[in-house]
């Protein structure tokens, strides 16, 4: 088989002289309803697909080896998570059926960052990849031979340490900070999407250590993708001036639960910031409640007024159970995933509604079946309750959220993803099909990894990953997306 570009290339030509021999595509997504943010294309057409890639967008039917059905679905970019933990095969194909093609982890990162990569070739059905982690690389500078790699789905090294680990809680010495800038520096260079900071997770960090790597990237024109140091509006307001001091990109992580309360307060934080000429994005995902580690540092001495929750908010997914004084030491000992239920409906649809906040799952992985329904749900929940049910935003504008808005993010370093996130000739064929009157989410905080349903095909690379509404198993067309590091 010739290979996609020279076949690509054949066309433009036989195009270019006015040949009208009819072309047969690998793949023909057909009479679909394409929905294409980029250009607000809104109109039934015809896809012809050639190896991985879009090759003709066409109003006029198309003859292929295969051709798909679209007829009454919506046809819509892959969606695209910015902030996806669950960086595993039975995570990415639970995150299949929600619409997603491409899965990034920009806020945990990994540590080494290259073999992190090698380790994932051949297991992914989607287009994976992380950024370089501040908190793996602070676990490593301070506990020499600790190799975290991507904490989230190997959180063993950082349980092993112990309660209170100096990686996460103690202020960096001068030599420290330099090396986590040479860390962080070669994790740029071995492809990862801009730095990652959980400043939460590692409150031993100062503000003046956070300035210096927050610098690392402003050199290399990467954003700092961050979850800042607490909740509430001043924490984000403490990384907006250090981005604004050092001239760096920053995205705010999850602002509809850093926020709580303060959420307008954030969201007219980071639009005046942005107004003044700031490069500055934000997220959100469409639940009232969090998840993450209890062993970690945001459950230090404080966390009750940090949070403004209580014991009684935090769930123990494994066993359903809400937390007492007992069983959180115990459990914290042991470490684990918790679900923090914690915010006010309205400021979640605050978030999503509002413009230029982009949709992100922030799923965490599953573990024997137990975790956040976010991971499983998000897209198909934005689409269904928060379109179609509730009308709190346009089915364009929501697509805009998750397919060309995060893409735009990263193209100024990841080259690739401006073939990404859009429907277009060249574009690579990520494809989303749902019914936008039946799809839904199903996973709830009991069936978290009940999987979204009404999205009958997902192509990934130009390959199914759900065809007729079923998982293909075997699929592994992911690749891993990678920066370009670019030198002061
Ligand atoms: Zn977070």
Redesign the pocket.
């Known amino acids: 088989m010739m290979r996609t570009a020279t076949r690509l290339a054949v066309l433009a030509a036989l195009a270019l002289h006015g040949c009208t021999k009819p072309v047969t595509y690998d793949l023909v997504v057909a009479g679909g309803r394409v929905m294409d943010p980029a250009t607000s294309t809104d109109a039934v057409r015809h896809l012809g697909i050639i190896g991985d890639s879009i090759a003709i967008v066409s109003a006029e039917p198309l003859a292929g080896r295969d051709t798909v059905d679209a007829t009454g679905l919506v046809v819509a970019p892959g969606f695209i998570d910015l902030h996806a933990h669950g960086q595993t095969t039975g995570d990415m194909q639970v995150q299949a059926r929600d619409g997603v093609t491409t899965a990034l982890d920009m806020?945990a990162g990994a540590s080494p960052v290259a073999s992190w990569y090698q380790s994932m070739e051949g297991k992914a059905p989607l287009n994976f990849g992380a950024s370089a982690g501040h908190r793996p690389a602070r676990f490593g500078v301070f506990h020499p031979g600790v190799a975290i790699g991507h904490g989230s789905t190997n959180p063993g090294p950082i349980v092993a340490l112990g309660p209170q680990p100096a990686g996460a809680n103690q202020p960096a010495t001068p030599e420290q900070i330099a090396q986590l800038e040479a860390v962080l520096t070669q994790g740029l260079a071995e492809g990862g999407l801009g730095l990652g900071f959980?400043i939460n997770y590692s409150p031993g960090a100062t503000r003046e250590e956070i300035e210096r790597l927050f610098a690392v990237a402003a050199r290399h024109r990467v954003p700092a993708f961050v979850?800042t140091r607490a909740f509430g509006v001043a924490p984000i307001r403490e990384v907006v001036e250090i981005a604004a001091k050092v001239g760096a990109s920053l995205h705010v992580?999850?602002v509809n639960?850093s926020s709580l309360g303060d959420l307008p307060l954030s969201l007219a934080l980071l639009d005046s910031a942005r107004a003044a000429g700031m490069d500055v994005t934000t997220e959100a995902y469409p639940y009232t409640a969090g998840s993450?580690r209890l062993e970690s540092a945001m459950f230090n001495p404080g966390w009750q007024a940090n949070l403004q929750v209580d014991y009684g908010d935090i769930a123990w997914p494994l066993t359903g159970e809400r937390l007492t004084a007992t069983t959180f030491a115990k459990y914290r000992r042991q470490g684990g995933w918790v679900v923090i239920h914690m915010m006010k409906e309205e400021n979640v649809e605050r978030a999503i509604a509002h413009p230029g906040v982009m949709i992100a799952s922030?799923g965490v992985p599953f573990i024997n079946g137990t975790g956040h329904p976010r991971g499983a749900g998000t897209y198909a929940r934005i689409l269904g309750h928060y379109v179609r049910e509730r009308q709190l935003l346009s089915l364009m504008d929501a697509l805009a959220k998750m397919t060309i808005l995060p893409a735009r993010r990263l193209e100024s370093f990841v080259p690739e993803m401006a073939r990404r996130g859009r429907i277009a000739p060249g574009a690579f064929a990520d494809l989303t099909m749902f019914d936008a009157a039946t799809v839904r989410d199903r996973s709830t905080f009991m069936e978290p990894m009940l999987t979204s349903t009404g999205i009958p095909h997902v192509l990934v690379n130009g390959t199914f990953v759900v065809r007729n509404g079923e998982l293909v198993e075997s699929a592994r067309p992911g690749r891993p997306v990678r920066s370009t590091l670019r030198t002061p």
């Open positions: 806020e959980g979850h992580v999850h639960s993450t922030d």
